[in-house]
């Protein structure tokens, strides 16, 4: 007898997730305490979060640079 054929959802960790918005662990941390980002599931200790939990976010409108007051790329220092 076969197995079903169902669909994968691929799990990514913290690291994809980083380069996928172009942001560092702590506006992740940031973004999962405002709702923005999805809570993760924790495996062993690590961080993943399901792919198409963040390409649904995506669509109804969350991207790095949609983030209301939070920066997409971290701002160097302004000289004065």
């Given amino acids: 007898m076969s197995q079903p054929n169902y669909p994968r959802d ?3 960790p913290t690291r994809l997730v980083r380069e996928r918005y ?3 662990d702590r506006t992740i941390n940031r973004w999962i ?6 809570e993760p599931l924790r495996i062993n200790g690590l ?9 649904q ?3 109804e409108g969350m991207s ?3 983030t209301g007051s939070l920066p997409a790329q971290p701002q160097g220092r302004q000289r004065r």
């Fill in 10 to 12: 691929r799990m990514l």
């Fill in 22 to 24: 172009l942001i560092v």
């Fill in 33 to 38: 305490d405002r709702g923005i980002l999805p």
């Fill in 47 to 55: 961080r993943y979060w399901r792919e198409s939990d963040l390409a």
């Fill in 57 to 59: 976010r995506e669509r």
């Fill in 64 to 66: 790095a640079r949609n």
